[in-house]
């Protein structure tokens, strides 16, 4: 069990970091994008916190929408419940990540999205997030030829590693199957 003191350190330092996140948001260093095409320009802003990866895969495009729409739903639409204890918080803490893939095709691109809504105890937002939840990745596929498509990944840069790399291995086909989101 944790003496007064550290059980108050570890309060204080949870207070901070919630101070300074108040004030990045206030001042405008953080503000998360509430559509796609802001988390888009977000990405391509040269910004720490999101960044594109373009590439060509050697599949059709119609390949490549189909297995975003079929894997999509099928893996993404999930809730993940993490709990956690220790660390700076005092208290134990549960959080629920409701994932909210969305897929738009036509003929010229394939648009793939991924927003999350978290909630939790101890958990304080200091800010409105879009509808369905922070963007964390969007990804539009483009005809190439006819066997091939360009994949632009707009994406956060810290965190949701399993995520990219599944949506990688659907574009190129080479790794289906669902990312475990609870890493």
Same mark, same amino acid.
Request: charged share 25%; with cysteine; proline share 4%.
């Given at each position: 069990? /944790?003496?007064?003191?550290? /059980?108050?350190?570890?309060?204080?330092?949870?207070?901070?970091? =919630?101070?300074? /996140?108040?004030? /990045?948001?206030?001042?405008?260093? $953080?503000?998360?994008?509430? *559509?796609?095409?802001?988390?888009?320009? =977000?990405?391509?802003?040269?910004?720490?916190?999101?960044?594109?990866?373009?590439? $060509?895969?050697?599949? #059709? %495009?119609?390949? $490549?929408?189909?297995? +975003?729409?079929?894997? !999509?739903?099928?893996? =993404?639409? &999930? @809730?993940? &419940? *993490?709990?956690? !204890?220790?660390? %700076?918080?005092?208290?134990?803490?549960?959080?629920?990540?409701? %994932?909210?893939?969305?897929?738009?095709?036509?003929? @010229?691109?394939?648009?793939? +999205?991924?927003?999350?809504?978290?909630?939790? *105890?101890?958990?304080?937002?200091? %800010?409105?997030?879009?509808?369905?939840?922070?963007?964390?990745?969007?990804?539009?596929?483009?005809?190439?030829? @006819?066997?091939?498509?360009?994949?632009?990944?707009? @994406?956060?840069?810290?965190?949701?590693? &399993?995520?990219?790399?599944? $949506?990688?291995?659907?574009? *190129?086909?080479?790794? =289906?199957?669902? #990312?475990?989101?609870?890493?």
């Amino acid at each position: 069990m /944790a003496t007064p003191e550290i /059980a108050n350190e570890r309060d204080m330092k949870l207070r901070l970091i =919630l101070v300074f /996140a108040i004030v /990045a948001v206030a001042a405008g260093c $953080v503000k998360p994008p509430k *559509t796609a095409d802001g988390f888009r320009e =977000l990405a391509r802003s040269g910004s720490r916190w999101a960044a594109v990866d373009r590439f $060509v895969v050697n599949r #059709p %495009y119609r390949g $490549v929408a189909r297995t +975003f729409q079929k894997w !999509s739903d099928a893996c =993404l639409k &999930v @809730r993940v &419940v *993490t709990k956690s !204890s220790g660390g %700076y918080m005092s208290h134990p803490t549960t959080f629920k990540r409701d %994932y909210q893939p969305t897929v738009k095709v036509d003929r @010229r691109r394939t648009e793939f +999205f991924v927003q999350i809504h978290i909630e939790g *105890t101890n958990l304080i937002k200091v %800010y409105d997030e879009a509808e369905g939840g922070d963007y964390v990745m969007v990804a539009d596929a483009y005809p190439v030829g @006819r066997r091939k498509t360009r994949v632009e990944l707009h @994406r956060v840069t810290v965190g949701h590693d &399993v995520l990219m790399n599944a $949506v990688r291995g659907w574009a *190129t086909g080479e790794n =289906l199957g669902c #990312p475990d989101l609870t890493k």
